[in-house]
C-alpha cells in the first residue's frame, strides 16, 4: 500500500522531498499536487516506470499522451522546439496551470521518439517544483480520473490512497486538490489554439 506523506506546500520539507525523489529514481510512481488537480507521476528517466503508467491509464506509452513538469523554462529546449513567439506566451504564463504542447526536440528519451508534439507544464505549485529541481529531471504526469459523475477528480489525499494506494509508491498530501485540470494550448501550428478548457484565464489567448 502506498504510503501517504504529508508535506506543507508553504514550506515543503527538504527531508520529506528527498524521500519522495529516491522513490522516484528507483522506478516508483507517485501521486502529488499541483495547481490543479493531483496527478500521477515518475521519473522520464525511468522506462520501467512510465510503462507502468501507461498500463495503469491503458494505452501503449509511445502513443500516451502524458504533460512533462518541468523546474522553469531554462531546460524546456532539452524537450521541445521553441520559437520566440512560443516562448514569450510560456514565459508570460508559466507558472500556471496550462499545458502548453510544442513540437518535441531531437533529445527526446527513447521511449518518446515517435512522438511529434510534447505537453509541457510548469505548475504553481512549491511542492511539485521542489520535486523536479530536487528530481534533476522532469516528472512524467497524467491527472488521475474519477469515476464519479460528479466529480470527475478526486481531491482528498486519503481517498486518493484508498483508491489509488496498491497502485503506487507513495501520495503527498498536499491538502485538497482541485477538480478543474489545466488548460490545454496547441502552440504547433503558430497561434494558440485552446485544445481544452480548464483553469486559467483564456482571455489572455
Known sequence: MAELIKIYEENPSPKEIQK????????G???????????LGCDITNNTALEKIAQIKGVK??????????E???NLSEYASINNQ???????NLPGPYTFILPGSNNL??????KKTVGIRVPNNNISKALVTALGNPIVSTSIKDDDEVLEYT???ELIVEKWGKLVDVVIDGGYGDNVASTIIDLTNGDPEVIR????????F
Not at 512560443?86 to 508570460?92: A, E, G, P, Q, T
Not at 528519451?109 to 515517435?114: A, E, I, L, M, T
Open 29 to 39: 510512481l507517485i501521486i502529488y499536487p499541483t495547481d490543479t488537480v493531483y496527478g
Open 197 to 204: 478548457e480548464g483553469k486559467g484565464d483564456l482571455s489572455i
Open 109 to 114: 528519451p527513447s521511449v518518446f521518439k515517435k
Open 86 to 92: 512560443n516562448f514569450k506566451i510560456l514565459k508570460r
Open 61 to 70: 506509452l509511445e502513443k500516451a499522451n502524458f504533460s512533462f513538469i518541468v
Open 72 to 74: 522553469d523554462l531554462s
Open 20 to 27: 519522495i525523489v529516491n522513490v522516484l529514481k528507483s522506478g
Open 155 to 157: 481531491t482528498d489525499p
